[in-house]
């Protein structure tokens, strides 16, 4: 078994899971709580409260609003929302819902509490937690990780993947529907025009989340989501030529031409999003490829295209060294053959 490290097996457990619906990143948000408050033991009817808490502004109707949906199977009820309907209605009491919530949502074999320290379809070797039927108990390597400041951003990663899975099962067309707004923050819905949620979280992961122009780590100073190939060349955002970066570092690029090492780097970044069950998978197909290398010819003609089409100059990466490829999906790969 190879080793790796609390923090990014975390990240492989978020992003390679199989979310057939939104409870991963529920429970992911409820432990991440848990954790930051260096909680050891918690009660299993708390955990199943929390969950039915945090689930009930997403799953009561709202006025005007369609109506959101918590599984990929668009015609079937998840339990949380029956839970949820059957508590508004008077049908259960709230200790009744608990333990509905408790039973079916949680600890039932093949819903979330038993299947979550999972990437694809395999355990991990070191789970986040152990329960029994009455109580949940953190393991230290989820109290590590969540005790640091500069893995709080992974909180904020995990509510964007449950808004953007959330989203996705409610409609239909997603991938076909959707765009951003001008400064690239937010998904949208083309009809309405309405905020999904904010988009740099979901693409950052993929890249490690580091600046895809320096290689350096965020720290605190500001980001934005940049068009990889200048957007007056290629004309539009796909998502494939979407990356985030310092906004420093893209102020620096402004129009240039980005140096072809870049290329390598986001089709990479690109076969990374793609092994993921993401919401952006469908996207990212749509408007390169089905196939990985239908997806590398349609970067790799883009960029030649530019190169011969248009006389900029070339941005190069500050520093050679530190460009290192996207190190952590190989990682959780060879981490996840040797499980
Ligand atoms: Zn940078």
Redesign the pocket.
């Known amino acids: 078994m190879r080793d790796i490290s609390n923090d990014l097996l975390w990240r492989g457990v978020i992003r390679y899971g199989k979310n057939q619906a939104t409870y991963k990143m529920a429970l992911g948000h409820l432990l991440i709580n848990y954790a930051k408050r260096n909680f050891e033991k918690i009660p299993m009817d708390d955990v199943a409260s929390d969950f039915f808490q945090f689930y009930l502004p997403h799953v009561r109707p709202k006025e005007g609003m369609p109506r959101t949906r918590q599984l990929k199977q668009p015609r079937k009820d998840s339990s949380i929302e029956k839970a949820v309907w059957g508590y508004d209605s008077g049908k259960f009491t709230e200790s009744q819902t608990i333990k509905f919530v408790k039973d079916n949502c949680l600890l039932a074999p093949h819903v979330v509490i038993p299947r979550f320290n999972m990437i694809q379809q395999k355990k991990i070797h070191a789970p986040f937690y152990r329960w029994d039927k009455s109580n949940l108990y953190l393991n230290d390597n989820i109290l590590d990780i969540f005790s640091l400041k500069e893995n709080q951003y992974l909180g904020e990663q995990v509510l964007s993947r449950f808004d953007l899975l959330q989203y996705t099962f409610s409609q239909s067309e997603f991938a076909s529907n959707m765009t951003y707004d001008k400064n690239l923050e937010h998904i949208m819905n083309m009809q309405t025009r309405t905020n999904i949620t904010k988009f740099k979280p979901a693409l950052s992961g993929f890249q490690d989340d580091?600046?895809?122009?320096?290689?350096?780590s965020?720290q605190d100073?500001p980001t934005e989501v940049d068009h990889l190939i200048p957007y007056d060349i290629v004309g539009h955002d796909e998502i494939w030529n979407l990356e985030v970066?310092?906004k420093?570092?893209?102020g620096d690029k402004l129009d240039d031409m980005p140096h072809r090492q870049y290329m390598d780097r986001i089709i990479k970044r690109n076969e990374a999003l793609m092994a993921s069950e993401h919401p952006l998978k469908q996207k990212m197909q749509l408007e390169a490829g089905k196939t990985p290398q239908e997806r590398r010819s349609r970067v790799e003609n883009a960029y030649k295209n530019a190169v011969k089409k248009f006389n900029r100059s070339t941005y190069n990466p500050?520093d050679k060294n530190n460009l290192v490829d996207h190190t952590e999906y190989g990682e959780i790969l060879r981490y996840y053959a040797s499980l």
């Open positions: 580091k600046c895809f122009l320096c290689g350096h965020y100073d970066a310092h420093l570092c893209n500050p």
